[in-house]
């Protein structure tokens, strides 16, 4: 197998596990076209978790999408290219890019019902994919579609393989999900807002499941989440997402001890911090004035440069490149220390 | 002491299941709310929050137990004797969208309630809704626009003016917030807690949000499968939960500034099913310190030892 089965090793950066090069993603619209990406360059290392953060509309999960060539006709990649192992993906036939997805990259949505097929059982779905990818037989299938039950923590899995989608808890259909999308032991497991339909108790297995999984099998997570809390607990970094571009992207640690960019802060700032009474809210402190525009109305210059407190008449004008601020650490904004 | 504003004892609610069966949604549940005094229910899905508080403002007959407002019992009383006493009592739900007549304009939504309890003469009822819309932020225009005109958090002022033209003693706002954005939250719990100080209003608050219940809640009921599992005034629930139901609960709740996850700290298992609730202490299947005990015997809702009577908690073995 392709796996390195060593967790946490970043390889060096000459050869990411994955590689985002000025992707942009565009839909057509009645008014014209509507760039929902714009842009956007990163690298991802094996054994680490990106965490891409933002609000609903701010390009992070047509990313994950385009990650995988899913994005929905009649949009599109307008430029860009996503390489994985040096592999462009444009490059790549159907039948080619088919073998790729639930092998080598596998992707677990919000909603498991949607990504679930509900006339078959949880067991030949995951089955299947074994036996195109791994070209298992019926038997041998079977058999490790039962282990990857066991694995995410299903109890009685001989039994659960024989249910159907409605049949198991939401937690349960998010950890058959999961285990479908590890069956064949992905490179990068691309996660879309993975807990957010579920309770807490529950969202917090959900993650500890994704980090014990990923410390096995020394995956690439890329964790797509609104939610900056959640982000803190998974991410090794830390990609901000405004408008359809990348406007941070920073270690993790380095992030939270100090967001530099000003929609990063106002973001950080806008988190409940429980306990005690003390609960500041965004109400309070961080509120953003405003909201962000929409790809169709786009401000000239910074697209933050609107709701900023910083922006000023440069800000208007020139919008800022994603720039190298600090080892490992880029942001997008003329305000920033480069 | 004196009686408290409202009080619910003993309260059990059932419901029976397709196919056969009960679902247990309620059992045994007790807790008081003094004037001016906000009581926030948490838990997860199905664990009960919106059966009590249905059944405790009457919304839904309890099979068992004790309604109390202000001194008399309501679940004694008609339909008919009930009927002036609801207005003691009103509500807000979760849906601003489901809750609100789209026929009606915004004026007679919230003055419906007094024609429902007649209230006044028309002007009068008029006057009173464009009085509490007013107060609320919302513009004497609005009471001629219908609720599709409006933004969620808007609707949500809307549901809550409704709620308080009969002027109530106790709100019961369940999930009042969470089909609204963030910010919008925000504004809304500062609304509600200007108007408990404001008008004296007893609060009934269903959330599952620790984060909202830590800004607004005077005390804290803790609840786990139909059950109170833990009661406590707010910052001892956060600084020292007792029951390790409560302390899974904070536990989970994802914070910033506390790194990544720890491996092995999230709780174990699921929710039991309310069709087969587990024997003993419901918690048991998925508790550290379970023991034979835990198995065998249920732990009733007590003043724990040693500690001050306003901290309650149902566990053999609480910390």
Same mark, same amino acid.
């Given at each position: 197998?392709?796996?390195?089965?060593?967790?946490?090793?970043?390889?060096?950066?000459?050869?990411?596990?994955?590689?985002?090069?000025?992707?942009?993603?565009?839909?057509?619209?009645?008014?014209?076209?509507?760039?929902?990406?714009?842009?956007?360059?990163?690298?991802?290392?094996?054994?680490?978790?990106?965490?891409?953060?933002?609000?609903?509309?701010?390009?992070?999960?047509?990313?994950?999408?385009?990650?995988?060539?899913?994005?929905?006709?009649?949009?599109?990649?307008?430029?860009?290219?996503?390489?994985?192992?040096?592999?462009?993906?444009?490059?790549?036939?159907?039948?080619?890019?088919?073998?790729?997805?639930?092998?080598?990259?596998?992707?677990?949505?919000?909603?498991?019902?949607?990504?679930?097929?509900?006339?078959?059982?949880?067991?030949?779905?995951?089955?299947?994919?074994?036996?195109?990818?791994?070209?298992?037989?019926?038997?041998?299938?079977?058999?490790?579609?039962?282990?990857?039950?066991?694995?995410?923590?299903?109890?009685?899995?001989?039994?659960?393989?024989?249910?159907?989608?409605?049949?198991?808890?939401?937690?349960?259909?998010?950890?058959?999900?999961?285990?479908?999308?590890?069956?064949?032991?992905?490179?990068?497991?691309?996660?879309?807002?993975?807990?957010?339909?579920?309770?807490?108790?529950?969202?917090?297995?959900?993650?500890?499941?994704?980090?014990?999984?990923?410390?096995?099998?020394?995956?690439?997570?890329?964790?797509?989440?609104?939610?900056?809390?959640?982000?803190?607990?998974?991410?090794?970094?830390?990609?901000?997402?405004?408008?359809?571009?990348?406007?941070?992207?920073?270690?993790?640690?380095?992030?939270?001890?100090?967001?530099?960019?000003?929609?990063?802060?106002?973001?950080?700032?806008?988190?409940?911090?429980?306990?005690?009474?003390?609960?500041?809210?965004?109400?309070?402190?961080?509120?953003?004035?405003?909201?962000?525009?929409?790809?169709?109305?786009?401000?000239?210059?910074?697209?933050?440069?609107?709701?900023?407190?910083?922006?000023?008449?440069?800000?208007?004008?020139?919008?800022?490149?994603?720039?190298?601020?600090?080892?490992?650490?880029?942001?997008?904004?003329?305000?920033?220390?480069? | 002491?004196?009686?408290?504003?409202?009080?619910?004892?003993?309260?059990?609610?059932?419901?029976?299941?397709?196919?056969?069966?009960?679902?247990?949604?309620?059992?045994?549940?007790?807790?008081?709310?003094?004037?001016?005094?906000?009581?926030?229910?948490?838990?997860?899905?199905?664990?009960?929050?919106?059966?009590?508080?249905?059944?405790?403002?009457?919304?839904?007959?309890?099979?068992?137990?004790?309604?109390?407002?202000?001194?008399?019992?309501?679940?004694?009383?008609?339909?008919?004797?009930?009927?002036?006493?609801?207005?003691?009592?009103?509500?807000?739900?979760?849906?601003?969208?489901?809750?609100?007549?789209?026929?009606?304009?915004?004026? !007679?939504?919230? +003055?419906?309630? $007094?024609?429902?309890? @007649?209230?006044? &003469? #028309? *002007?009068?009822?008029? =006057?009173?809704?464009?009085?509490?819309?007013?107060?609320?932020?919302?513009?004497?225009?609005?009471?001629?626009?219908?609720?599709?005109?409006?933004?969620?958090?808007?609707?949500?002022?809307?549901?809550?003016?409704?709620?308080?033209?009969?002027?109530?003693?106790?709100?019961?706002?369940?999930?009042?917030?969470?089909?609204?954005?963030? !910010?919008?939250? +925000?504004?809304? $719990?500062?609304?509600? @807690?200007?108007? &408990? #100080? *404001?008008?004296?209003? =007893?609060?009934?608050?269903?959330?599952?949000?620790?984060?909202?219940?830590?800004?607004?809640?005077?005390?804290?009921?803790?609840?786990?499968?139909?059950?109170?599992?833990?009661?406590?005034?707010?910052?001892?629930?956060?600084?020292?939960?007792?029951?390790?139901?409560?302390?899974?609960?904070?536990?989970?709740?994802?914070?910033?500034?506390?790194?990544?996850?720890?491996?092995?700290?999230?709780?174990?298992?699921?929710? #039991?099913?309310?069709?087969?609730?587990?024997?003993?202490?419901?918690?048991?299947?998925?508790?550290?310190?379970?023991?034979?005990?835990?198995?065998?015997?249920?732990?009733?809702?007590?003043?724990?030892?040693?500690?001050?009577?306003?901290?309650?908690?149902?566990?053999?073995?609480?910390?």
């Amino acid at each position: 197998m392709a796996l390195e089965p060593v967790a946490g090793e970043a390889r060096p950066a000459a050869a990411p596990l994955l590689a985002v090069e000025e992707l942009a993603v565009v839909f057509p619209a009645r008014a014209g076209p509507l760039t929902a990406l714009d842009g956007v360059s990163y690298r991802l290392a094996r054994g680490r978790t990106l965490g891409i953060v933002g609000e609903s509309g701010s390009g992070k999960s047509v990313l994950a999408l385009a990650l995988l060539n899913l994005i929905p006709p009649p949009g599109r990649i307008l430029r860009g290219a996503v390489r994985l192992d040096g592999i462009e993906l444009a490059s790549l036939g159907d039948d080619e890019l088919a073998a790729l997805r639930g092998d080598r990259v596998a992707i677990v949505f919000q909603e498991p019902m949607t990504a679930l097929n509900p006339v078959f059982t949880i067991g030949e779905q995951i089955a299947e994919a074994l036996r195109l990818h791994r070209r298992m037989t019926h038997a041998e299938a079977r058999a490790e579609a039962i282990a990857a039950l066991a694995r995410v923590g299903i109890a009685a899995p001989g039994l659960r393989a024989r249910d159907y989608p409605h049949q198991l808890s939401g937690g349960m259909r998010q950890r058959a999900m999961i285990a479908m999308a590890l069956a064949c032991e992905p490179d990068l497991l691309v996660a879309d807002e993975p807990t957010t339909a579920l309770d807490v108790t529950i969202q917090a297995q959900i993650l500890e499941l994704m980090l014990e999984t990923q410390g096995r099998l020394g995956m690439a997570i890329q964790f797509v989440s609104h939610d900056m809390a959640v982000i803190s607990e998974v991410a090794d970094e830390v990609g901000v997402m405004y408008a359809g571009r990348l406007v941070e992207h920073a270690p993790a640690d380095a992030f939270f001890a100090e967001p530099l960019h000003p929609y990063s802060r106002a973001l950080i700032a806008s988190v409940p911090r429980i306990g005690g009474g003390t609960t500041r809210w965004a109400g309070r402190t961080g509120r953003i004035p405003g909201q962000m525009p929409s790809p169709m109305r786009l401000p000239p210059g910074c697209r933050f440069s609107d709701r900023c407190p910083l922006a000023d008449a440069a800000c208007r004008e020139v919008e800022p490149a994603l720039e190298q601020v600090a080892p490992g650490r880029r942001v997008a904004c003329f305000k920033v220390g480069r | 002491m004196s009686e408290p504003l409202f009080a619910v004892a003993g309260l059990s609610k059932h419901f029976p299941a397709r196919g056969g069966g009960r679902i247990t949604a309620l059992v045994d549940a007790s807790f008081a709310i003094a004037a001016g005094e906000t009581l926030a229910l948490v838990g997860e899905s199905g664990c009960g929050k919106t059966t009590l508080a249905r059944t405790a403002s009457l919304l839904y007959r309890p099979d068992r137990g004790s309604v109390r407002l202000a001194g008399i019992e309501l679940t004694a009383l008609s339909r008919r004797a009930l009927k002036p006493h609801r207005r003691a009592i009103q509500l807000v739900f979760q849906d601003p969208f489901g809750s609100l007549n789209p026929r009606l304009r915004v004026g !007679s939504i919230v +003055a419906e309630p $007094l024609v429902i309890h @007649g209230v006044g &003469r #028309a *002007r009068e009822r008029r =006057a009173r809704a464009a009085h509490q819309l007013a107060s609320l932020g919302l513009e004497a225009g609005d009471l001629e626009r219908y609720p599709h005109e409006f933004s969620g958090g808007q609707r949500q002022r809307i549901a809550i003016a409704r709620a308080l033209v009969l002027e109530p003693k106790l709100l019961v706002a369940d999930e009042p917030l969470s089909a609204l954005d963030v !910010s919008v939250q +925000a504004q809304l $719990l500062e609304l509600l @807690g200007d108007l &408990r #100080a *404001r008008l004296g209003l =007893a609060m009934l608050f269903i959330s599952h949000d620790l984060a909202a219940v830590d800004r607004i809640a005077d005390r804290i009921a803790v609840m786990y499968l139909g059950r109170i599992v833990e009661l406590a005034p707010r910052a001892e629930l956060f600084a020292r939960p007792s029951h390790p139901y409560t302390q899974a609960l904070l536990a989970a709740v994802p914070r910033l500034g506390a790194g990544k996850r720890k491996p092995g700290t999230a709780p174990k298992g699921e929710v #039991a099913d309310p069709l087969a609730p587990p024997s003993g202490c419901p918690f048991h299947p998925r508790c550290p310190k379970a023991q034979a005990v835990c198995r065998e015997r249920e732990p009733p809702l007590e003043a724990k030892p040693g500690a001050a009577p306003t901290r309650r908690v149902a566990c053999h073995f609480p910390d």
